[in-house]
């Protein structure tokens, strides 16, 4: 299963093929037959033929025609890559000789390369872009899921701070009220204490507790 046959040709010359050793069926033949069919031009297409078990896909592009034979039960998408693939590096290699070439003039060359491109997608999952792409995607994925994995734990760290924080404030609040009550009531102790030291003065000095003697110079009153 897999691409059993690639073809590039320019019009009906075909510049280049390769058919896998383990094909018995007539690809060649089948393959210049839809050349003969396509319609003139060098507009851009994509098309596939059905014969038999077997599906043809064609890429035409820029004046040229890339074809490949592939098991019916081969994904569509890859043998479009694969075409896409090989019109890419024949043009690279080739250039603009490509439009004066003569049959089989880079035959030598460019099987080798079908050869190898055609194994390539079978056996490499790589190969296909959208299966590197999903690769490339799930890598991507992995890497967010850490990060996502990261923030979240900083952010964990971070509500940690901002509580610790928090009753970091709330205790230092109820200190501050604590110690200005505690203050209040020092003062209010303090004031306490004195009215009492002077209070035992005065009562010293004006003969009792009653300090008759320093209210009477005081008022003019004369105590009996």
């Not at 479009?80 to 880079?106: C, D, K, N, W």
């Not at 900083?154 to 924080?165: H, P, T």
């Amino acid at each position: 299963m897999g691409i059993l046959y690639g073809m590039v040709a320019r019009g009906q010359v075909v510049l280049s093929e390769f058919s896998c050793p383990t094909t018995t069926t007539n690809a060649g033949a089948i393959a210049r037959q839809i050349l003969e069919k396509l319609p003139s031009g060098n507009s851009d297409s994509n098309a596939s033929f059905s014969q038999g078990r077997y599906i043809f896909h064609v890429k035409r592009t820029d004046g040229l025609t890339v074809l490949c034979m592939a098991d019916d039960a081969f994904e569509r998408r890859i043998p479009f890559a694969f075409l896409q693939e090989i019109h890419q590096r024949f043009v690279r290699s080739y250039g603009r000789a490509v439009q004066t070439a003569a049959p089989y003039a880079m035959n030598d060359e460019f099987s080798r390369v079908l050869s190898q491109e055609m194994e390539r997608y079978l056996t490499d999952p790589n190969a296909d872009r959208l299966n590197r792409l999903k690769g490339e995607m799930s890598q991507v994925r992995t890497v967010m899921i850490d990060n996502i994995e990261k923030v979240l734990e900083r952010g964990d760290r971070l509500a940690l701070l901002v509580e610790k924080a928090s009753t970091l404030q709330g205790n230092t609040l109820r200190f501050k009220r604590q110690s200005r009550r505690l203050k209040n009531t020092m003062w209010g102790a303090l004031l306490l204490i004195l009215a009492i030291i002077i209070y035992v003065v005065l009562a010293f000095l004006c003969g009792g507790p009653l300090m008759r003697s320093c209210l009477g110079q005081a008022f003019g009153i004369i105590y009996v």
